[in-house]
């Protein structure tokens, strides 16, 4: 059974930085593309980043040169580096992956920015 299971969540100013975790199980993750998304209060869930399973990877146009999606694959685990956050990043974030064509989501992780 495939799990994703997020952390690093929590409260920081604006302008300061956190770092999420997703650690996988249940599935081979060398060969899985993975993503973060993020559903703010009120509103659609939407895209954050993406990475391929060769490293490619992929932003939204608001979080382009503040976020950064990396992947370690002997540790399993997904990770995105948020700097500069603005009060509008706030949300929870989930991790995601497609395995066989099912989609498989985290947990979520709250990430709230505010002074």
């Known amino acids: 059974q495939v799990q994703l299971v997020e952390s690093g969540g929590g409260l920081v100013q604006p302008g300061g930085s956190l770092r999420l975790s997703c650690a996988a199980s249940?599935?081979?993750?060398?060969?899985?593309?993975m993503g973060w998304y993020r559903q703010p209060p009120g509103k659609q869930r939407e895209l954050v980043a993406s990475?391929?399973?060769?490293?490619?990877?992929n932003y939204a146009d608001s979080v382009k040169g503040r976020f950064t999606i990396s992947r370690d694959n002997a540790k399993n685990t997904v990770y995105l580096q948020m700097n500069s956050l603005k009060p509008e990043d706030t949300a929870v974030y989930y991790c995601?992956?497609?395995?066989?064509?099912?989609?498989?989501w985290g947990q979520g992780t709250q990430v709230t920015v505010s002074s």
């Open positions: 995601k992956t497609v395995v066989a064509s099912d989609d498989y």
């Open positions: 249940g599935m081979i993750f060398s060969i899985n593309a």
């Open positions: 990475i391929s399973r060769l490293g490619r990877t």
